[in-house]
Every structure is written in C-alpha cells, then in structure tokens.
C-alpha cells in the first residue's frame, strides 16, 4: 500500500511540472504597441539628456583650465613655421584670434627631445596672424549650389530606366527632383526612375545648401519610344488577415497571397471581408517588380457585402473593353464579384470610334454594357485617357475643356501630351501633363490631401502623407502629431536647425524611419510619402521550462522512486 501510494505521488508531481510548462505558452511576435512606445520614450529621454551631459563637460573643461600649468612644455618642431603653434598655457576665454600678450614661443635653452636637424626658433619678426580686429575675408566653400545634374540613358523603349546624378557645385546637400511625368524624388542625389508611358520627358533639379539653392530645368530630356512586354507580381497582405483578394473580378484566394506572372498594364484589385466596409484600388503593373497592395479594412456594421455581375457584349464583336480604365480583354464575358458602385465603360475597335458610358452595378444584379460602335472617320490611331480621383467627383479638364467628374473616360485623342486638371471643393487644384499613345489607355489618377494652414514669413511646411490615419510622426525622436485623412502638416522655421530623420509608425504595422534630406524655404512644402506594411502574423511557441521547475519535479520524483525501492527490499 504504501509503494503504491509513493509511486501516486511521483505522478502527481510530474504532472505539475507539465503544468508549469503549459502556463510558460506564450506568443513570440513583440507587441506593435509596446515596442513602438518603449524604443520612443528611450529615444526621447537619451536625446533629452545630451544636453545635460554637454553642459557638464563644458563645466569641467572651464575650471581645469582656469588652473596655471606649473611649466609650459614645448615640442620643437622638424620644420620652421611662419604661423605661431598653439600654445599650452590656457586663457581666460578661449579664442580663435592670437592676443597681444607675448606667447610661450620655445627659448633658445635646448629641448630634452634633441631631433637630427638644426631648428630654427622664430625671432621677433612679426607674424602673420591677422589682427584682434573682425575681418571680412569670405570663407571658401560658403556659396550657393550652381546646379547641373547628368542622366544616363536619356532615350529607348519603355519601361525606361534612366539613372540621374547630380554634378552641382559647391556641394549640395539637399535635392528636389521632378521627373516629368508626375513623379517626385527629395531624398537622394543620383536617384534612378522608370518612365512607362512612351513621350518625351523635361527633367528639373533644385540643389540646395545652407548657403542658398538653385534650379536647373532640362526640356525634352527622356525619350520613351515603346514598351517591353515582361511579368510582374502583386502581393496582397490584409489588416485584418484573410480577407478575399479580387483581381479584375477573379479570387485569388484569402490574404496575405501573392499574384505571379502579370502582364505589364493596370489592373482593378479589391479585398472584402464579412463585417468590414470593402476596398478596391488600381495598380500598374511594370515588368519584372513586385507590388504591394496592403488593404486596411474598416468595420462595417451593415451586412456582409453582396457583389454584383457584369456582361458584357460589343457590336462588331471582339471590341477590347475596359472597365474603369483596365483592360478586361475583348468582348464577349461575364465578370462577376464587382463591389456595388458606379463604373466607367470603354470599348475600343480599330477603324470605330470609341464607345464610353458610365454604369451602376446593383447588389445580387447583373448589369449589361452592349455597345454599338461607329466607324470612324478620323483615320489617326487614338488613344484614351481614363481619370480616377481620390476622393471621387473631382471635376477633371484636359487642356481646359471640362470633361465631367471622375471617374471618366476621355476617348479619340490623338497621342501628344495634354495638360489635365482636376479640381475638388475644399482641396487645392492638381494639374499634370499626360502623354496619351496611339491604341492605349493612359491614367490620370489625382489624390486630394486637405491643405496647409496659412504660414507666416520665415516658415515653411514638412507634409508627410501615409497610407495609414492615425500613425505617429516624429522628427528626430520628438514627436510631431498624427496623421489625418492621410497626412500630417508640420511648420517649421526655415532659419532654424533642419531636423535630420523622421519617423512614422502605428500598431500593427512595421515602423518606417528615413532621413529628411530638404529642408524648406520661405513658403515652401517639403513633401515626404511613406507607405507602411502590415507585421508579419505572429506565431505561438513553447518557452522553455524554468530551471527551477524542472530541477524540483525531477528531484521530487527521484525522491520518492527511491523510497518506493526501499520499500520494495523491505519487503
């Protein structure tokens, strides 16, 4: 009886060390939360600190060198000097200019460290050293930039690559850049940049030092005479996970996915999920990159959502259609899995004039686009300019002309550069120049962002614009505020100390820290655009079992197994 009842309580004891090692279970992934407020408040409270620590030093150095030196010692140097050596003995201020008292000049008495050569001690011929007075001689190197930049290759068939480099004097240390053809770059100076459209392409630069900055504008610079057709990819990731990813009406499955061997063009993706609102955005797809598409869901308390069909059909038959400005292939087809909402409809034949509506896809419903094209008695090849804003309903103007509120289709252009407009109540105008190819659809897709409030003389505008609202910003580890409807305006002196990185962060999402390399002028907006990524989802592991757990189940069992023995030879 009593070996049975040992051998019990052996048991029991490894049972509860199973127990400690079931409550050790603990998740891997580090809090979004905790680590962006822990590594801020270290951050913040070392930089906090260094002004302390500076002031201390500087008191320290002050009272050592209020103190005389006993004696002055000299070093004779290899070589004779016109200009006096800096002396040992301290003064009473530090100062760069000499002062009129006589210095520790070494004596004719001989040195304990002899070198090889004769030295030549200065006599008391004046120096050279400039006077206690002020002088106005300019300091080499204080000028403005003087700005020119090369680019390399300047022409050939699209996607285009083209790497610029800045050759500026006088050493910039700041650079805006604008490609032509929408795009922006301010924080490097050799930045390399892919033009898709074919056209030709006037490239400006801005080089700017603390002295001054100075612009450089080359007319008709980039040539992109075609397109190379290659495969693409597009990475879909979800917040939350798992919601269902849609590619020009077809599932690729649940979130995160990833969406191989995509012809370069423009492609329709949304992502829905039961009990969030659903998102549906555009992307461009250029050869041999990879594109991210990170869908931040909203909670919808309506029902889940209820798609609807469109079908489609052409008269002649074969018209390529293009729904919202991506191209669907030729007609005759069916796409299902269309978010509720209204549609721009393009149907496009050689020989016909373009056909162009808008329709309402209705939940549960089908909806019929059968156009009937015309023959065409312009005999240029035309393209097409498709306009899309964000938020919808801006008014959109080509050349001037208003051509109705986005999203619209502007069809029988004939390819040449046309200057596009897009205005919204409430948010500045945008304008930009559009390069329409013969038999293809070019975009215009403008965002509106609310605008700056009224500065002041002396001030200037950092605009950092997220992908994420609510996400922190920070400048050198002080935080700045949160963004808004997609960005954060930040005012800062144009006299005063440039910041030198930034940094934007949210829960749920990898931080993203860069370096701010333009600081603004007088009136002047800095744009800075930042794209945050959703973390990786956390997994679930086993910790290891503290040692002291483990050691006091296996001594215990040890223990009692060895009276149950005792036991049993007694008996």
Do not use: C
């Amino acid at each position: 009886m009593k070996k049975t009842v040992l051998i019990f309580l052996a048991f029991v004891i490894l049972l509860v060390s199973l127990s400690a090692v079931s409550a050790e279970t603990q998740t891997t992934g580090t809090s979004p939360v905790n680590l962006a407020i822990s590594g801020s408040s270290a951050q913040v409270s070392t930089a906090s600190d260094l002004p302390l620590l500076k002031a201390q030093i500087g008191a320290e150095t002050t009272t050592e060198t209020t103190e005389p030196t006993m004696e002055p010692v000299t070093y004779p140097t290899e070589e004779p000097t016109l200009m006096p050596t800096e002396t040992t003995q301290p003064t009473a201020e530090p100062t760069i200019l000499p002062t009129s008292e006589e210095t520790t000049a070494p004596t004719s008495e001989p040195t304990l460290l002899p070198t090889g050569e004769e030295t030549t001690l200065p006599g008391p011929v004046p120096t050279v050293m400039p006077t206690g007075e002020e002088t106005t001689v300019p300091v080499p190197g204080q000028l403005a930039p003087v700005a020119e930049f090369t680019a390399s290759p300047t022409s050939g068939s699209g996607p285009l690559t083209v790497s610029f480099t800045d050759t500026s004097l006088n050493t910039p240390t700041m650079w805006y850049w604008d490609f032509g053809d929408g795009s922006t770059e301010s924080f490097t100076g050799a930045p390399s940049h892919t033009y898709a459209d074919p056209g030709s392409y006037t490239v400006t630069m801005t080089a700017t030092n603390q002295y001054g900055s100075d612009t450089i504008s080359k007319t008709d610079l980039v040539t992109v005479n075609g397109q190379v057709m290659k495969n693409g990819v597009i990475y879909a990731q979800s917040v939350p996970y798992g919601a269902n990813i849609y590619l020009n009406g077809a599932s690729y499955g649940n979130s995160p996915v990833t969406i191989r061997d995509l012809l370069p063009g423009t492609y329709s993706i949304s992502a829905t999920l039961n009990g969030y609102y659903p998102d549906q955005q555009t992307i461009t797809v250029v050869p041999g990159q990879t594109y991210g598409y990170y869908p931040s869901l909203r909670t919808s308390p309506n029902p889940p959502v209820i798609t609807g069909t469109i079908s489609v059909q052409s008269n002649p038959s074969g018209a390529t259609i293009y729904i919202n400005g991506v191209n669907y292939g030729r007609a005759s087809f069916t796409v299902v899995n269309q978010i509720p909402g209204v549609y721009s409809m393009a149907a496009v034949m050689d020989g016909y004039d373009t056909d162009t509506r808008l329709i309402t896809v209705n939940p549960g419903q089908t909806t019929s686009y059968y156009p009937t094209l015309q023959p065409s008695t312009n005999p240029v090849k035309t393209g097409t300019i498709f306009a899309q804003s964000t938020p919808a309903g801006a008014t959109i103007y080509l050349n001037g002309v208003s051509y109705g509120t986005t999203p619209v289709t502007i069809p029988n252009l004939v390819p040449a550069t046309y200057t596009m407009k897009a205005t919204l109540n409430g948010y500045p105008t945008d304008t930009q120049r559009i390069t329409v190819g013969a038999g293809r659809v070019s975009f215009y897709s403008p965002e509106f962002y609310p605008s700056p409030q009224p500065i002041g003389a002396g001030q200037g505008i950092i605009a950092v614009y997220s992908n994420v609202d609510g996400a922190q910003v920070s400048f050198d580890n002080v935080n700045e505020g949160t963004i808004k409807n997609g960005v954060l305006f930040v005012t800062v002196a144009t006299m005063g100390t440039p910041v030198k990185s930034f940094r934007v962060e949210s829960p749920g999402y990898t931080p993203l820290t860069g370096t701010i390399n333009r600081w603004p002028g007088d009136q002047e907006t800095v744009k800075i655009q930042t794209v945050l990524v959703p973390l990786p989802a956390p997994t679930t592991t086993h910790a290891p079992l503290p040692v002291a757990v483990t050691l006091g189940g296996l001594i215990g069992a040890g223990v009692i197994l060895s009276l149950a023995g005792n036991l049993r030879r007694k008996q």
